[in-house]
């Protein structure tokens, strides 16, 4: 069963410009974590951010959490072509659940 | 290291048959996942081990699905008899705890 709900479904962006996706969930955690899958290929894992966290950065990537609102959201800056793909959040406290992704098209 | 290995990378069959798949997870890790992906239900944990024993299983979907973990090693997800609604992708990951987890190419399944 998946906890973590991504908002947008999909989202179509132009090479350049920044792209956001977030991800709510119920239950309480020890850490959100984002994952991202190319087509045809198992997920990567790209992020971690624990609860006691507000902000993380990885290069290109910047990741924020709110525990009061239960939500996280992930910004890709200076999108490029090579950032189409598919990016879940998993969130974890007693168990490991993955949301229903965000699927991100970036327009050359 | 190599990373999680699953063989096979596709498997086409026919209905009734059984089908066995295949996880080799990364040397180390104490946990290993089973997940099926579709369009239409998106990523599903199926049952998961922690050092080769079954911890939850609670995805599993019905008796035709089981899974076992011999060794650390080594790991299968059998489906029989299989359906077409068993088609899929199914992964294989592993980690060091429930937490980042490192995933396998898939196998892609097809029950015809």
């Known amino acids: 069963s998946q906890q973590g709900e991504e908002d947008p479904q999909a989202l179509s962006i132009q090479e350049g410009e920044n792209a956001t996706m977030n991800c709510s969930y119920k239950t309480s955690i020890n850490n959100l974590q984002w994952y991202r899958q190319n087509s045809g290929r198992g997920l990567v894992h790209l992020i971690l951010?624990?609860?006691?966290?507000r902000e993380k950065h990885s290069g290109r990537l910047r990741v924020t959490l709110d525990t009061s609102k239960k939500s996280s959201s992930l910004l890709i800056t200076a999108s490029r072509a090579a950032d189409t793909a598919s990016y879940f959040c998993a969130t974890v406290g007693d168990d490991m659940r993955f949301g229903a992704g965000t699927r991100l098209t970036v327009k050359p | 290291d190599a990373g999680v290995i699953q063989s096979p990378r596709h498997e086409v069959t026919e209905m009734g048959q059984e089908v066995t798949l295949r996880c080799k997870p990364i040397s180390g890790h104490d946990y290993l996942f089973w997940y099926r992906q579709t369009m239409m239900r998106g990523l599903e944990l199926l049952i998961y081990f922690n050092n080769n024993v079954p911890i939850d299983d609670s995805g599993m979907p019905e008796d035709r699905f089981s899974a076992k973990m011999p060794n650390a090693s080594f790991s299968t997800l059998k489906i029989q008899p299989s359906e077409p609604r068993d088609s899929a992708v199914y992964f294989c990951?592993?980690?060091?705890?429930?937490?980042?987890?490192?995933f396998g190419p898939g196998t892609r399944l097809t029950v015809l």
């Open positions: 990951a592993s980690s060091m705890a429930v937490d980042t987890q490192y």
């Open positions: 951010i624990r609860s006691n966290e």
